[in-house]
């Protein structure tokens, strides 16, 4: 059931569970979102799908699609595996491998699912090359180290194969998030997040950006919707090909006419030669960033969360059970610019 009272849910009728959790299983023995030809799969799925929805359910999925709301639970997902079981979690001595994680029908059924999601809230699922070698569906989980339950190789870097607390921040890439800006995509409109387990119920955290910018004065969100800022590098293994940007602004106006954000707690700065002025906004900015309240969301297998990426900051805490995954896709909207690379499956430069 809802913890937050902001946080706005659907909650599937047994009917809508059962066609997801067989058309998401088809779409996995077929591939899942990497396969070509899926997306267009998906995307029938979905508009079969919305005519069952309820008036008020509709209303949701509208209102998410046109920014009126920033991030959306779908509930009620049917809690079994391919074969009807109730879900089993692994032991904690006989953890899966990423690779073999990467191949799970349970978790590539999951990618499925939020496929046909996206393509519910007229998204398309897509990859950029320059993160997570190019592949669409993301396992996120601590391989690496940093987390409460020390790995026999601890190597902890600063991407979400870590467990190491993750700090508020929108995804990358940073250069814009509404147009193609010094020759790189812009940063995703929506992620989507489900878990393939959660043994301690531990929260993906999210906030709407207007929580930080209802304290800002009109002065204040001109300065940050300047080019005056710089990030760095993400600090990640050799998986993706993260660069820095600089003259960056950190505020943008989207096509709705509402201020969308690229942020990162960590990997941003302002420029050296900003005004004083800008550089006391910065730090206000960044300290209201760091103290926000977070809405917690326990994701589940059956619990999916939504996150309008330029409208939210989301963070979590230092992973305490290794055992918890979660299953990551990117959905671009349909009239976003970008740079494709591959079109079936969709993969853009980052």
């Excluded at 709301?69 to 997902?77: A, K, Q, Y």
Aim: glycine share 6%; hydrophobic share 35%.
């Amino acid at each position: 059931m809802p913890t937050n009272k902001s946080t706005p849910y659907i909650f599937l009728s047994e009917e809508i569970a059962a066609i997801l959790q067989e058309k998401s299983y088809q779409l996995a023995l077929k591939g899942g979102p990497q396969e070509t030809g899926n997306q267009k799969l998906a995307e029938d799925i979905a508009t079969e799908l919305f005519e069952l929805f309820n008036d008020n359910d509709k209303k949701l999925i509208n209102d998410y699609i046109s920014g009126k709301i920033t991030h959306l639970v779908f509930d009620g997902f049917l809690n079994t595996d391919i074969d009807g079981n109730p879900i089993k979690l692994p032991q904690e001595n006989q953890f899966p491998t990423l690779e073999e994680l990467e191949a799970d029908i349970e978790v590539l059924k999951l990618a499925s699912q939020e496929q046909i999601i996206l393509a519910l809230l007229n998204e398309t699922t897509f990859a950029f090359d320059s993160e997570n070698e190019g592949k669409i569906v993301r396992v996120v989980a601590n391989f690496r180290g940093g987390g409460t339950q020390k790995l026999a190789n601890e190597a902890p870097d600063g991407s979400s194969h870590s467990g190491k607390a993750v700090v508020p921040h929108t995804e990358d890439p940073y250069y814009s998030s509404t147009k193609v800006e010094q020759g790189h995509s812009p940063s995703p409109s929506s992620l989507i997040l489900t878990a393939r387990w959660n043994p301690l119920s531990e929260t993906t955290k999210l906030a709407p950006i207007e929580r930080v910018l209802s304290q800002l004065s009109k002065e204040e969100i001109v300065a940050l919707a300047g080019k005056n800022f710089n990030f760095r590098a993400a600090k990640t293994a050799s998986e993706g090909k993260s660069v820095g940007g600089t003259h960056v602004s950190i505020l943008d106006l989207n096509d709705k006419g509402r201020l969308a954000a690229n942020y990162n707690l960590e990997r941003f700065s302002v420029d050296p030669a900003a005004s004083e002025f800008i550089k006391d906004t910065y730090a206000k900015f960044s300290q209201l960033a760091a103290e926000i309240k977070f809405d917690e969301i326990n994701l589940q297998p059956n619990r999916t969360l939504v996150i309008n990426n330029p409208l939210n900051f989301h963070c979590r805490d230092t992973v305490k059970d290794n055992r918890r995954v979660l299953v990551r896709v990117f959905g671009y909207r349909k009239n976003v610019d970008y740079l494709p690379i591959n079109q079936d499956p969709l993969i853009v430069k980052g």
